[in-house]
């Protein structure tokens, strides 16, 4: 359903150009639960920021559900945020004046979803974490794990087509790293394809596949783990490790 | 939508409520003097004619000789208004002036009181659309023959005769007994167009009398006298033959056509006088002016206004560049939030609405706090320095202009600070340091 | 020491903001500047000396609308009448009441012949009896003033003697003393007036004409039926006159209208009203501008401290002193203000200029600019120092704290 070819991004500063992606391919299958890690400065933020349509790209083709969504006016790239990708953020970034149930409700808005809907779909999503009761909370009263929980809440609320998700348990302890991380299994095994950012190996392995993204390149460790190696992916392994 | 923005709106500024009351202070400062000083300017230069402004004409004549003025007289003699009176080209026409007379009644024991008086012709009600609520003008004869007929505005009706339908009654003027014909309603325009010499917003004489009758009754002029020559003015005839300037004449040409053949008439008067030697100059000629362009000729609105309506304009400026300042630190403080909304599916142009609306709101109370101002500041300013009442009124167009100012001020501000954080790159304020 | 470079490259990066300021402050300068000199100026108007006793002299009218009554005598009659009254020192008819706004004018010719006939500027013109001078209060400075054989009843054509104002002499006749002049009304040799005397200062009816200090007094009482008299009394006598007066002359005849009773401290009040209004409304303008600027800046500098809380700690941690972070606060203010204050100085000259040329108001003196200028470098400092202080108080620690 989510398919990159030959994508590449370039910063451009007065003095440097710096490549934060190079032909960079990728093929997502419906359903998938997708782990990307890498070291820092290895374009994997880029990606995730390409893959959510929140930054264009310099070359190549991106796909989403068979259309070609590469240059889209902003507009456009809005809606198609709006209603087939939620985001999950290491920080959460919950709008701190709004309540849960306020939060949650954000992008129902922008969906121009009536009042009536609104209501249905946040109770609906803030069930699906276990906080529906306490919809009117503001999230500084929360634990960081259940922020993340509204986070996901809110991600989950319009029904998107895939998760993307960077670092989301980076700010948690490991109890609540892990409830999250289960509800992203339960999530992704109701059909949610689930795209998640981590440096975190532990998590990464939970994933059915991982990717490597190294110098602004993809190495698919699937493939490394089915043995099909060569010398490029095999040093980067041990790079890694060694990281 | 636009509520949900209201409501952001709302809990944006209760967020941060000392920056908002500081830029709500601000327009509303801003506001406030603009509004004032744009009240009393629109109060001045409001143009009381109406729909008759195009088709009422103030009568002026170059008639000085060489070696004096060179700007023409705002008023004419009494020669010219007596030949101007015989055009036959215009619907209606008057002559008048102001003077004061002692009223008094029948009753004795009422003592008298000094009337400013208007002396003119019987087209003058017509001419100015002054209502009456008894009886009407005097006869046509009168105007012609004289005769001692006299029109009373209620208010005096209220205090001589205590009201009602007095026509016919006798009104005693400088001990003369002068038949009441007519009772015209509260009729006050404001500039007073027809006679700006005696104070452009006073209050309109509460007595008219015939003009027939000046040369009878020789009621002195209590208004501008111009002489542009020495003249050994000592009987009220010297007066009459004189060529001082001390009348106002107004003629009314209902059609384009109508004004042009009158122009050509006054034109062919002044070459009869040249003629005949009385208007010595070259470039002697006759002006005729409508409303509109005689308020202006008589600079009815004080160039002081204008410096101020033009200054305050400049302090609502300022008053802008503050708040686009303080928006843009608000807004740009609020770059992580953006970046959320925009991350979940808000476009640049539904981001931009939110701070757009957001800043509306600030102008509209700022609007609201400018016209509790500007109402303060007329009321202090109108009890301190005793303006006419007429200028120290808030116009009620105001309640429309100084919010549809305040918040059309305030969004120009905000245009920028929005289109900034719109603009500004989500991904940027979503990873979290 | 002073950090001048740091700041200026950090101006530079972050544009918008201090360009605001800028703005506001180039904006600030050009209002405040010709404000306060149109006050200046509206003030100096108000200041002027009429010359006359203002608080202690009053008008009023008597309407002798009785067509049985001459008015010629029963003038004479009248003024005796208001003279011989308690508290009242000194009474004269007169054609106009000082700084009123209504009364005559008129321009004088003098000169040997037609051929040698030369203006007199326009000249306020004062009608009245010999106790004009004293009840005017003013000072009389050359010559002598009327006897009151000299004076005559009836119409202005009477008028043969003439007392002037010191300025209407200077404009007249510039080095030449005054008294014994002749000057005509109309063509030379129409009707002499011979000047006797001159007064150090009197001011006429119309406070915004140029011809303001140029007065003329005439010996000739008006002979009217409608006659303005000019009275001084002591000024708590004033009170009881208003009901004396009327009394006593309706007592002499009923029928006629006494009103008036304005002293010319209140005419100069409403005549000098607009002045006064424009300079009200004017400084409450250049109070609240300030207010706003220095409001705007401290919210400004509030805002930026928040912004650079971490970047403060990071300074105080590597060995910035508390008066170091106030100082870069404020030059960095002074390098805002004195850049917007040259270019606010030229543009409030500019507009100046415009006001001088569109609504006949005189040239901006360059002193009110710098005054400004310098005003708002105080005000702002206060403005900036508030809140420089608190961001001095941010902890070193702040720099390494990470969220």
New interface residues.
């Given amino acids: 359903m989510l398919s990159m070819k030959n994508i590449s991004k370039v910063f451009k500063t007065d003095l440097v150009e710096t490549h934060a992606l190079r032909d960079f391919n990728l093929e997502v299958n419906e359903g998938e639960f997708v782990a990307v890690t890498g070291p820092s400065g290895s374009g994997k933020t880029t990606f995730l920021n390409i893959a959510g349509l929140l930054e264009g790209f310099t070359h190549g083709d991106y796909f989403l559900d068979g259309v070609n969504i590469s240059n889209l006016s902003d507009n456009k790239s809005a809606v198609i945020r709006n209603e087939k990708i939620g985001f999950i953020f290491q920080g959460f970034n919950l709008i701190s004046d709004l309540n849960l149930a306020e939060n949650v409700e954000v992008p129902l808005r922008y969906r121009g979803f009536s009042a009536k809907e609104r209501k249905v779909r946040v109770e609906r999503a803030l069930e699906q974490v276990g906080l529906a009761a306490r919809m009117k909370h503001l999230p500084t009263q929360l634990s960081g794990g259940q922020q993340q929980r509204v986070a996901i809440a809110r991600a989950l609320a319009g029904e998107p087509r895939f998760l993307l998700a960077d670092e989301p348990t980076g700010n948690l302890d490991s109890l609540m790293a892990r409830q999250v991380m289960e509800l992203l299994e339960d999530i992704n095994k109701a059909g949610t394809t689930i795209i998640m950012v981590t440096h975190d190996a532990e998590l990464a392995r939970r994933a059915q596949r991982n990717i490597q993204i190294v110098d602004g390149q993809v190495c698919d460790f699937t493939m490394y783990q089915s043995g099909q190696t060569d010398n490029k992916t095999q040093s980067i392994a041990d790079a890694v490790s060694v990281a | 939508m636009f509520f949900y923005y209201l409501d952001l709106a709302w809990r944006s500024i209760k967020k941060t409520p000392f920056l908002s009351l500081l830029m709500v202070l601000a327009i509303s400062i801003g506001i406030g003097i603009t509004i004032t000083t744009l009240n009393v300017y629109k109060m001045a230069s409001i143009n009381p004619a109406g729909e008759r402004s195009s088709q009422l004409f103030a009568v002026q004549l170059m008639s000085q000789d060489n070696n004096f003025w060179e700007t023409i007289n705002e008023q004419i003699t009494y020669q010219d208004a007596y030949n101007l009176s015989k055009s036959k080209v215009p619907v209606r026409q008057a002559a008048m002036f102001r003077t004061g007379l002692a009223v008094q009644t029948e009753d004795v024991n009422v003592s008298p009181i000094l009337e400013s008086v208007r002396v003119t012709e019987g087209d003058f009600f017509a001419l100015f659309d002054v209502p009456f609520a008894y009886g009407g003008r005097w006869d046509k004869l009168v105007d012609e023959e004289g005769g001692y007929k006299v029109v009373i505005n209620e208010e005096l009706n209220q205090e001589v005769f205590g009201g009602g339908d007095s026509v016919g009654k006798t009104l005693l003027l400088n001990r003369k007994p002068y038949q009441v014909v007519g009772v015209i309603e509260k009729w006050n325009p404001s500039p007073k167009y027809y006679d700006v010499n005696n104070g452009a917003f006073n209050d309109s004489a509460r007595v008219y009398v015939p003009f027939s009758l000046a040369p009878i009754e020789e009621y002195e002029s209590w208004g501008n006298n111009q002489s542009w020559r020495h003249e050994d003015i000592r009987t009220y005839q010297d007066r009459l033959n004189s060529e001082m300037h001390w009348l106002q004449y107004w003629v009314e040409l209902d059609t384009p056509a109508k004004k042009q053949e009158y122009q050509q008439w006054l034109a062919a008067y002044v070459e009869q006088q040249k003629l005949i030697g009385r208007f010595k100059r070259a470039d002697a000629h006759g002006e005729i002016s409508d409303v509109a362009q005689w308020l202006n000729f008589n600079n009815v609105v004080p160039e002081d206004n204008k410096v101020l309506v033009g200054l305050s304009v400049l302090f609502l400026v300022v008053c802008l560049v503050n708040m686009l300042g303080l928006l843009l630190a608000k807004f740009l403080k609020r770059a992580p939030e953006v970046g959320v909304r925009r991350a979940i599916g808000a476009s640049r142009l539904q981001i931009f609405s939110q701070h757009i609306v957001e800043v509306g709101l600030i102008g509209f109370c700022g609007g609201a706090l400018g016209l509790l101002w500007a109402w303060a500041a007329l009321y202090f300013l109108s009890s301190k320095f005793e303006l006419e009442a007429s200028l120290a009124q808030l116009d009620q167009s105001m309640w429309v202009i100084a919010p549809v100012i305040a918040v059309s001020a305030a969004i120009i501000a905000g245009i920028y600070p929005a289109w900034r954080i719109c603009s500004t790159n989500p991904s940027v304020y979503l990873k979290s340091q | 020491m002073l950090q001048i470079k740091p700041i200026l490259s950090m101006l530079t990066r972050s544009k ?2 201090p360009l ?2 800028l ?2 402050i180039i ?2 300068v ?2 405040v500047a ?2 306060s000199f ?1 006050i200046k100026e509206r003030v100096g108007l108000i200041s002027r000396d009429s010359g006359i006793a203002e608080s202690e002299v009053f008008d009023l009218t008597i ?1 002798n ?3 049985a009554i001459d008015p010629n005598k029963q003038n004479l009659i009248d003024v005796e009448i208001i003279r011989n009254l308690d508290g009242v020192k000194a009474a004269t008819s007169s054609s106009m009441t000082p700084l009123s706004g209504g009364g005559w004018s ?1 321009n004088f010719t003098y000169g040997s012949s037609e051929e040698d006939r030369k203006e007199a500027p326009n000249a306020a013109l004062y009608y009245g009896d010999e106790q004009m001078i004293p009840t005017l209060g003013v000072k009389l400075i050359e010559g002598r003033n009327f006897h009151p054989d000299e004076v005559s009843s009836g ?1 202005p ?1 009477l008028a043969s003697l003439a007392i002037v104002s010191a300025d209407f002499a200077k404009d007249t006749f510039a080095d030449e003393t005054a008294v014994g002049q002749i000057m005509y ?3 030379i040799g ?1 009707q002499p007036i011979k000047i006797i005397g001159v007064v150090e200062r009197l001011q006429s009816a119309w406070v915004n004409n140029s011809n303001i200090n140029r007065s003329v007094i005439l010996n000739t009482e008006l002979g ?3 006659t303005r008299y000019l009275v001084r009394a002591d000024e708590s006598a004033i009170a009881d006159l208003k009901e004396a007066i009327p009394a006593a002359l309706h007592e002499e005849h009923p ?3 006494v ?1 008036g009773f304005t002293t010319i401290k209140e005419h100069r009040n ?1 005549s000098y ?2 002045h ?3 300079a ?3 400084s ?2 250049v109070v ?2 300030l207010l ?2 220095s ?2 800046l401290a ?2 500098v509030m ?2 401290i ?2 650079r809380t971490k970047q403060i700690g990071t300074r105080r941690a590597l060995g910035a002193k508390k008066r170091d972070i106030v100082s870069f606060f404020l030059v960095e203010n002074y390098l805002i203000c004195l850049t917007g204050g040259g270019l606010g100085a030229l543009i409030a000259v500019q507009l100046g200029q415009q ?1 001088m040329t569109l ?3 005189p040239k901006l003196e360059l002193i009110y600019p710098i005054v400004t200028v310098a005003g708002l470098l105080v005000l702002t400092t206060i403005a900036v120092i508030l809140p420089a202080q608190k961001a001095a108080k941010i902890s070193p620690a702040t720099a390494t704290r ?2």
């Fill in positions: 918008s903001g605001l300021l703005v506001q904006l600030s050009a209002i010709n404000a149109i309407y609308f009785d067509d008129s119409g054509e009304r109309g063509n129409e009217r039926s409608f029928n006629r209208v009103r409403s009203r607009d006064e209004l424009m009200t409304v004017l409450m303008m609240l501008l706003i600027t409001l705007g919210g400004m805002f930026n928040e912004r006001l609504y006949s108001l990470s969220v």
